[in-house]
C-alpha cells in the first residue's frame, strides 16, 4: 500500500512537472451565488470547493476578488461583509479575516492585487476608492493617492490591475472607462481606456501581446486596447455572446498556457478562448460544474501551491478509484 501510495505521489509529481511546462491550468473560481471558492483540475473537471472557502466553512459570501500574496496564501474579498478573509494556498484552510469588515472604509470589495511594495490593493466599489492594506498585517493605509472620486471621478472601480509598466489600471464601472494611477504614489495619470461597447467594465488583465483586457458584463463582451495607448482595437475573437454564448463576462485570466479564460457570469460556465486570436474553443468549465453559481473571478495557484494541489488531487483521485 505504502508503495502504491508513494507511486501516486511520483506520478503527480511526474504531472506537475508536465504543467510546469505545458502550463496546463488548475483553476481557482469564485462563486458569487454559490458563496464559495470552487477547484477545478486542468481538465475542467470539479475538484470541490476549496477547503473552508465558502460559507459553512468560514462565513464566506459573496466572494469577488481571489488573489495569490507573496506568503502563499489565497485572499478573497467577501462582498457581503465588506471584508478579505485569508486561506491557506495549498490546503485552504481558514486562517483569519486578513481585512476586518470596513476596515479604512472598505465597502463592496471587489478585485484585490498584491503590488510591488508586497502591500494589498481593494477596490472598494461602494465607497468609489482603491483602499490600501499592509500586505503583513492587514491594517488599512487608507485611499490610494487620488484612486477616489473627488479626485479623479472613480465610481464604482470593480477590477484593478498593474501593468508591465508599474502602474495601476482600474476599471471605472460607473463611468464606462479604465483608469491610469501612479503605481508608487496614486498620481492620477488619466483615463487610459474607453469608447467601443464597453459597459460597465468589470475585470481587466494584460496579455501576452502586451495590450489591455477589459470584461464588458453589460454589452457581454470582452474588448481589447492598445496597451501603450489605450486605443480601442475592438472586440476580442469570438469574446461575445454572438460569437460564443458569452453572457455577462466578469473575470478574465491569461495563465500562461496560450488561451484567455473568461467567467460567463450568467451562463455558470467559464469559457476558453485562443489567447492570440480569440477564437473560441469551447466551455472550459460547463454550466454549474461543482456546482458553481455566477462565476466571477479566476486565479491559478502560485507554483510553490500548485505542486502540492496536484499531488493532492492525484492521490484523492486514487481514494476514490479504490
Known amino acids: 500500500m505504502r508503495s502504491r501510495t508513494w507511486m501516486g505521489v511520483c506520478a503527480a509529481l511526474s504531472a506537475f ?29 470539479p475538484l470541490g470547493i476549496f477547503g473552508d472557502a465558502s460559507s459553512g466553512g468560514s462565513g464566506l459570501t459573496g466572494p469577488r476578488g481571489v488573489t495569490y500574496g507573496p506568503d502563499g496564501n489565497l485572499y478573497v474579498s467577501g462582498f457581503d461583509a465588506d471584508a478579505v478573509y485569508r486561506y491557506n494556498g495549498v490546503t485552504g484552510a481558514f486562517i483569519d479575516q486578513f481585512v476586518a469588515p470596513g476596515s479604512g472604509g472598505l465597502d463592496g470589495p471587489r478585485s484585490l492585487r498584491f503590488g510591488a511594495d508586497g502591500n494589498l490593493y481593494v477596490a472598494s466599489g461602494e465607497s468609489d476608492a482603491v483602499l490600501r492594506y499592509d500586505g503583513a498585517t492587514g491594517a488599512s493605509l487608507g485611499v490610494f493617492g487620488e484612486a477616489n472620486f473627488n479626485d479623479s471621478e472613480l465610481q464604482g472601480p470593480r477590477g484593478l490591475t ?10 471605472n464601472r460607473r463611468q464606462d472607462n479604465v483608469l491610469k494611477y501612479d503605481g508608487t504614489t496614486g498620481d492620477f495619470l488619466g483615463i487610459f481606456a474607453e469608447g467601443g461597447s464597453l459597459d460597465a467594465p468589470a475585470d481587466l488583465m494584460f496579455g501576452p501581446d502586451g495590450d489591455l483586457f477589459v470584461s464588458s458584463p453589460r454589452s457581454s463582451e470582452v474588448l481589447e486596447f492598445n496597451g501603450l495607448n489605450g486605443s ?8 461575445s455572446n454572438s460569437s460564443s ?8 485570466l491569461f495563465p500562461g498556457d496560450g488561451y484567455l479564460y473568461v467567467a460567463s457570469s450568467a451562463t455558470d460556465e467559464v469559457l476558453k478562448y485562443d489567447g492570440l486570436t480569440g477564437d473560441f474553443l469551447g466551455a472550459f468549465i460547463t454550466a454549474g460544474s461543482g456546482g458553481i453559481d455566477g462565476p466571477g473571478w479566476l486565479v491559478v495557484p502560485e507554483p510553490g501551491s500548485l505542486v502540492l494541489l496536484v499531488v493532492g488531487a492525484a492521490l484523492l483521485r486514487r481514494r476514490r478509484v479504490a
Open 232 to 239: 480601442l482595437i475592438g472586440v476580442f475573437g469570438d469574446a
Open 245 to 252: 454564448g458569452l453572457d455577462t463576462p466578469l473575470g478574465l
Open 162 to 171: 498593474f501593468g508591465p509598466d508599474g502602474n495601476l489600471y482600474v476599471s
Open 17 to 45: 512537472a508536465c504543467v510546469s511546462a505545458n502550463a496546463d491550468v488548475v483553476l481557482l473560481v469564485s462563486g458569487l451565488e454559490s458563496n464559495a471558492v470552487h477547484h477545478y483540475a486542468s481538465d475542467g473537471s
